[in-house]
């Protein structure tokens, strides 16, 4: 008979049968739904009051409307999908028994798949058009504004959305070998086959995941080199000191503050994103580098902690971060945050017109 586990017995499951080992295995895995729960629904919380607020603020801020901007809420438009939409639905997979789950409808799953790819991969391609966008901003800022315009910037901004939906919906098809990019499928959509599986991840990675990062990385390097530059000429009074140097001046110094946020958004994203992508890879290209048929308990403990708690829970982290660095890095976020909350504690008596301490009266007419 198969011990119950605890810390004095991990290394006694030898003992046990192969039925008993998978029921032990599997009130473990209970237990880490219930603690995954929680933890889905705290960053659920966050990451919907953070981006609802990003969205609020550009929404009522004048300074906030403008084509760069936009692309932020694009990117905080995909996160609230995230907040709103994909991790209640995990939830509500964690909390039905292992019987439901296997039962779940499949009409349901398929919505999961197509909904877990859409918004990250919308939150993925903002990141990398931000740092493009960015990189002609720093670039060529007299010629940004007319480059750049609202029309133009919300093309793009459906080019993406365009881009995600095509992706998602294909991914959504029952034979593209896909289980969402953060595998919300897993277990409850039948089998699936693995050389498609295979295909379609190592298909993802190189395009939601490395050719970003590249682009990325690319842009922010040539960034750091146009600055460097600038920053020479600055300092050598080659820019000259008249009244648009100065202004040009000032507003170079705000972009490297912005650039500053946007790289630790992308710092942040590589973080997050990283270490599953590393895992999906190494699992389909190497499936000897995990063991799965291993009969310590606290081999599979650690294994199971690391795939199914943090590797794979990493990316939604994400989603909650990037309005929290606006909030801290951007001075203009910072400022309509702090405008927003005045308005919100503002009390309905402190608006009402104050009467004139004195009523002055017409002159009296005279014959």
Known sequence: MCPMYNHTNLARTDLCTDSDWKKLIRVFQEQLFS????????????????????LVVTWRERSLHQPNKYFIVCLAVSDLLVGMILEPLRVYQLSLDYESRLT???HLCRFLVWLDTCALAASIYSLTFISFDRFIKI????????????SKSLKI????????????????????????????????????????MKNF??????????????VIVVMYALI????????????????????????????????LKIIRMLVVVVGVFILCWGP???????????????????????YSWRRIIITDLVITRLPYLNSLCNPIIYACL??????????LFQRMMCRPSSRRRELPATIELPPLRTR
Not at 35 to 54: D, Y
Not at 161 to 177: D, N, V
Not at 201 to 214: E, M
């Open 104 to 106: 779940i409808s499949v």
């Open 139 to 150: 670039k060529k800022p007299l010629q940004y504004r007319s480059r750049m315009t609202t």
């Open 201 to 214: 991840y190592t298909f993802l990675a190189v395009t939601a995941f490395i050719l970003p990062t590249l």
């Open 35 to 54: 603690a995954e729960k929680i933890v889905l629904i705290i960053f659920a919380v966050s990451t919907i009051l953070g981006n609802a607020l990003v």
């Open 276 to 298: 599953y992508f590393i895992y999906i890879m190494l699992y389909h290209h190497d499936p000897n580098l995990i063991d799965w048929d291993s009969r310590s308990f606290r």
């Open 157 to 196: 901004i459906f080019i993406i959305w365009l881009i995600s939906t095509a992706f998602a919906t294909y991914a959504a098809t029952p034979h593209s070998g896909s289980r969402g990019i953060l595998l919300t499928s897993v277990g409850f959509c039948g089998h699936i086959d693995k050389k498609a």
């Open 330 to 339: 951007d001075q203009t976020y910072r400022e309509a945050f702090k405008n």
């Open 224 to 255: 750091f080199v146009v600055v460097h530059k600038r920053q020479k000429m600055l300092r050598n009074g080659e820019l000259g000191q008249t009244c648009n140097d100065r202004n040009q001046r000032n507003a170079f110094l705000q972009d």
